[in-house]
DNA sequence: TTTTATTGTCTTTTTAAAAGACAATAAAAA
DNA sequence: TTTTTATTGTCTTTTAAAAAGACAATAAAA
């Protein structure tokens, strides 16, 4: 495990992305239980490497542990409290897994690296789940996607985090665009608002909807889908290509 | 100097503050210029001790390098880049220093700890010029308070934050009151307007600007304030005694 | 008593948001 | 072919909020 590496990681510095992820009407969060007995939950994290810089290192951290990529990733707090550190983690840990004793398969550096009080860098993202592609195989850990009002007990401070991830994905869900990265290159006006309802977590007027969103001025109309229901067809929509 | 404890801090690990300061309806930022040969200006900055939180430290940084306590410091972005580092500093402080070569005054502990790479914390917070004390005895750097539109290269990427910081403080200005911290515990509608003027940099207009003070619920009216001009006396207001 | 500068508050206007209304479909059912 | 159903796109109306305008009420000097 690269954690061995201690010299070209930077120490008692860690990052934890909070993944939000878009999937039939509902907003999720992706989980991963720590591949050992007892039940460690925790966000996707890692440390960062000397000779990258902290968004590089969300990204890979990311894509190591979840085999997410090119994905928005938004840097929105950074957690330093003094006592932030795995002594509880660790002991609930030797608790349930009296095999791993210190000194024993937990080298000496390794012990070191843990001991220590760490701040972490919260990152967060918004991803479709039908569109990812996540990467379980050769992982220590599996991957789950929670609802995010049915959050189990995470490790760390890590449910403090997704808190105050979400409350950050709210402020810049107009902003930043992102809830058209939900959907695919074309999508209609009701699938948009789906995203909108699922984030915010209450329903939108249609009309009201429709008319904020072109007059966002990011929107072109393509050509009407025809999806076989005895009802009118509604438009395609796009990204206007100038729009990064 | 207690950069030298190495293993009492973080290493790779600073913060930095941007304090803006309100004095005469104008908007200003603290700016230290360090005791060497040459321009070197900067933010006050400084390390982060084991035993204290990320919190912690930025108040006893602001306390150390400027006196100022008990300011309310708001973190607001996380600067991580990976070349980002004090080579170029540490370049043009020999050139205009040539008497600090390396292995000479700076020890090697020391030339070890700022030849690594730093990832830095923005703090940023508002104050009263006015009320606040300043205690530059005793600094090995001297301070001055800059017009914000006129600021001086900084080193680092010290410009940079301060913009960054001023768009935080922007935001939030409504939201933590800071506004309030600046004046006395009684003021008037008009010194309140002439703080926001001073931070949003536009005017505002008196009848509309009062209605959204008052409407905030927040305020206290209090008994007029007679001063001797021969105009009608405004009312002094403080917060409401229930408001943090 | 008049004048001047400023304050507090009202009304009017403008703009934006929310709600309501309805014609225009697309395809199934009659 | 016509009717019916469900949904969409776009209006209008209503409500609320922001901006602008108007003016009486001072406090003290002229």
Redesign the interface.
């Known amino acids: 495990m690269r954690i061995y590496e201690a010299d070209e990681l930077?120490?008692?510095?860690s990052i934890d992305c909070t993944i939000f992820g878009y999937q039939e009407k509902r907003l999720k969060v992706l989980i991963s239980q720590l591949n050992f007995k007892g039940d460690f939950l925790a966000l996707p994290a890692g440390f960062?490497y000397?000779?990258?810089?902290?968004?590089?290192?969300a990204h890979r951290i990311l894509t190591e542990r979840t085999g997410l990529k090119e994905i928005y990733l938004q840097?929105f707090?950074?957690f330093?409290?003094?006592d932030r550190n795995y002594s509880k983690f660790m002991a609930q840990l030797f608790a349930f897994n009296p095999e791993l004793k210190p000194n024993d398969e937990m080298g000496n550096e390794r012990l070191t690296w843990f001991s220590?009080?760490f701040?972490s860098?919260g990152y967060y993202a918004l991803v479709d789940i039908n569109k990812v592609q996540l990467n379980k195989s050769g992982l220590d850990h599996s991957l789950e996607w929670y609802d995010f009002n049915e959050l189990p007990d995470l490790i760390f401070d890590h449910n403090e985090q997704t808190s105050k991830a979400y409350r950050a994905l709210q402020l810049n869900l107009d902003e930043n665009l992102l809830g058209f990265n939900l959907l695919p290159d074309k999508f209609t006006m009701k699938e948009i608002q789906q995203v909108y309802e699922a984030v915010y977590d209450r329903p939108f007027r249609r009309n009201n909807f429709q008319k904020k969103m072109l007059d966002l001025g990011v929107l072109e109309r393509l050509e009407k889908k025809y999806t076989g229901a005895n009802n009118k067809a509604p438009y395609f929509y796009r990204l206007k290509p100038s729009t990064p």
């Open positions: 930077i120490s008692q510095l960062v000397q000779n990258e810089s902290i968004d590089q290192s840097q707090w950074v330093g409290e003094k220590k009080r701040i860098i």
